[in-house]
């Protein structure tokens, strides 16, 4: 089965003086088909599992497994998105689908893929911004090229760091839409796993949301939202469950925040 | 569609009118040609005022519009100047400063000489910047993507590249076996070394984010070579040629003034040793047009392969 499992894993930043503990002793499972949002206050380490995940930095303890098998590497298995860069500046939005329709369909002719990915654009709702370059568009609109090019890998594991820190409220509201819309559409459920910092997004989206606190970065509770889908802002908004679910996310996080205030001022 | 032209342009079209009439008909102090020059001139305010009325048509060209009038207007006091020192009131010694007349008919009787002259320099300098250019873009995006690589190539840089490489030049005319091959090595060396670290610099300026997404994508070693170091070196690339090219001018036009048999260098310096000095000023002249085109030529490269950096 399609399962990330994290096993008891450590991260630390090796400088050239001082090296830095960034994560310490995180277990998490994460079910194939599920939506998972990482979140906690800045330098809690989530950035760094995911980048684990990715296959981007390796464990220094512990290991991360996919299908059982141990993750050693970035791999086409798993699509990444990050805040910004994720886009080769130099190729338009078009070829930058095309490169990742590239490495997944070998033999196919570039004139199919040009179409495909032309299609993929066109689900994100850019249809005429094809030819365009990265800095000919807006940051809403080269997230809707990242979002168009992991699609593009059809990749079973979807990685997002913050992918709509960057832009505005409204537009990372549509970003969020069209995520969720892309994601209900496939037949096999694609297993998503996103760091954000915005405790809305993690509610509106996630199946569970992990909580993360820093010095060092470790899990601190990992929350089921058991909120039914099709999942419609208004409402959601309205509910209870969210309601509670809110508050008690804001005492974990804004809770940790005092928490570490409180200690600094009482050392002074 | 409004033809305002501009203060600045009708100061230049004034001045190089001003020039023809100067020219045309003040009396000579000594029997200097000056009708073809007086041709020239009309030519010269044919072109500008044709320049000046397509560029008036475009607001977004203003800036352009006034640069080519500034500096075509001081280009005409130049030549008033030169004519009234020469020619006209002959101030300095007529023979090592011809006249712009006698200039400008020795540039028109050699021009098909010129050609051929033109010719040899930019085969020169064709194959020795080009095969700078091939190297060290190569060596440069292998050092930039290996840190062992890197080292090894920057402390040799250290080392090697502050040596002028026009000492270089008497040397390499007496182990190589042709000019041809002595000065495509000094020219090759000349613009090597800014194009080499440039790259490496290039590539070090990619925003590792990127380098971080095209691991996610598993690209090939090949495949991240050619679509993501490559273009992402191009502005450092570009900044290297630029300079590799000046570098690599200086080089030809000095290995031919040392060693040549032809070339625009070899030109300057034939004439200088038989005195004729209007025949130096031509090649001067010529040098400085050769030069304005390669590097506009280059500058319209660059625009055209960095546009996805433009807004």
């Known amino acids: 089965m399609g399962t990330l499992s994290i096993q008891d894993v450590s991260y630390t930043y090796k400088g050239s003086r001082e090296s830095h503990l960034a994560v310490q002793g995180v277990n998490l499972t994460i079910q194939e088909g599920e939506i998972v949002c990482f979140i906690g206050p800045s330098g809690c380490g989530k950035s760094t599992v995911l980048n684990m995940l990715a296959g981007l930095f390796k464990p220094t303890v512990g290991k991360i497994e996919y299908e059982q098998k141990e993750i050693t590497g970035p791999g086409v298995d798993r699509g990444v998105v990050f805040q910004s860069y994720s886009l080769f500046p130099w190729m338009s939005a078009q070829e930058n689908v095309v490169l990742a329709l590239e490495q997944v369909n070998k033999g196919v002719s570039k004139q199919e893929l040009k179409q495909k990915a032309k299609e993929l654009l066109e689900l994100v709702g850019l249809d005429k911004a094809d030819q365009k370059y990265p800095s000919q568009l807006s940051g809403g609109m080269q997230q809707r090229v990242a979002l168009a090019r992991m699609f593009a890998l059809d990749s079973p594991v979807f990685l997002m760091d913050e992918p709509f820190g960057a832009v505005d409220a409204a537009v990372r509201a549509t970003l969020q839409d069209c995520l969720i819309e892309l994601w209900s559409k496939q037949q096999k459920k694609k297993t998503v796993v996103m760091v954000t910092h915005d405790i809305d997004e993690a509610i509106l989206l996630s199946d569970r949301i992990v909580v993360f606190s820093p010095n060092p970065g470790r899990v601190t509770e990992t929350i089921p ?34 928490l570490a205030w409180e200690e600094k001022v009482s050392s002074l | 569609m409004s033809f305002k032209i501009g203060l600045r342009a009708v100061v230049s079209l004034v001045l190089w009118a001003l020039a023809a009439v100067f020219v045309q008909f003040v009396p000579n102090s000594e029997e200097t040609p000056t009708g073809s020059l007086f041709i020239f001139i009309l030519a010269v305010i044919a072109v500008l005022l044709v320049s000046f009325l397509l560029l008036s048509t475009n ?161 090939s070693p090949w495949t991240l070579f050619r679509r993501v170091l490559f273009p992402g070196a191009l502005p450092g690339i570009f900044s290297g040629a630029t300079v590799g090219l000046v570098f690599a001018f200086i ?59 433009q807004r």
């Not at chain 2, 030169?82 to 006698?102: L, N």
């Not at chain 2, 090759?188 to 994508?217: C, K, M, Y």
């Not at chain 2, 036009?253 to 040793?273: N, R």
């Not at chain 2, 001067?284 to 304005?292: A, D, L, S």
């Open chain 2, 59 to 219: 607001p977004e060209k203003h800036q352009k519009r006034q640069a080519l009038a500034d500096v075509t207007s001081v280009f005409a006091v130049v030549l008033i100047a030169w004519e009234a020192m020469t020619a006209k009131w002959r101030v300095v010694d007529a023979f090592i400063f011809p006249s712009p007349g006698t200039v400008f008919d020795n540039l028109w009787s050699d021009r098909v000489e010129l050609l051929g002259h033109i010719a040899a320099s930019t085969k020169l300098l064709i194959t020795g910047f080009g095969l700078a250019l091939i190297l060290g873009v190569f060596l440069g995006l292998l050092a930039g993507s290996n840190q062992r690589v890197q080292d090894l190539v920057k402390s040799l840089a250290n080392i090697a590249s502050p040596i002028p490489p026009i000492v270089y030049i008497p040397y390499a005319i007496t182990i190589l076996p042709s000019f041809f091959m002595s000065s495509v090595f000094v020219i090759f060396l000349g613009a090597f070394w800014p194009i080499l670290i440039n790259t490496i610099n290039g590539v070090g300026q990619i925003e590792h984010r990127l380098i971080d997404s095209a691991r996610t994508l598993q690209l």
């Open chain 2, 251 to 309: 080089l030809l036009t000095a290995a031919e003034l040392i060693g040549g048999t032809a070339g625009l260098g070899y030109y300057v310096k034939y004439f200088t040793d038989f005195g004729d000095y209007s025949r130096v000023v031509v090649g001067i002249i010529v040098i400085g047009f050769y030069v304005t085109i390669l590097m506009t030529l280059m500058q319209r490269i660059e625009r055209y392969c960095l546009r996805w950096k």
């Open chain 1, 225 to 258: 939202v058991s909120i039914p889908r099709p999942r419609s802002r208004q409402s959601l908004f309205m509910s209870p469950r969210y309601m509670d679910l809110r508050a008690h996310l804001l005492t974990l996080l804004h809770g940790e925040e005092t």
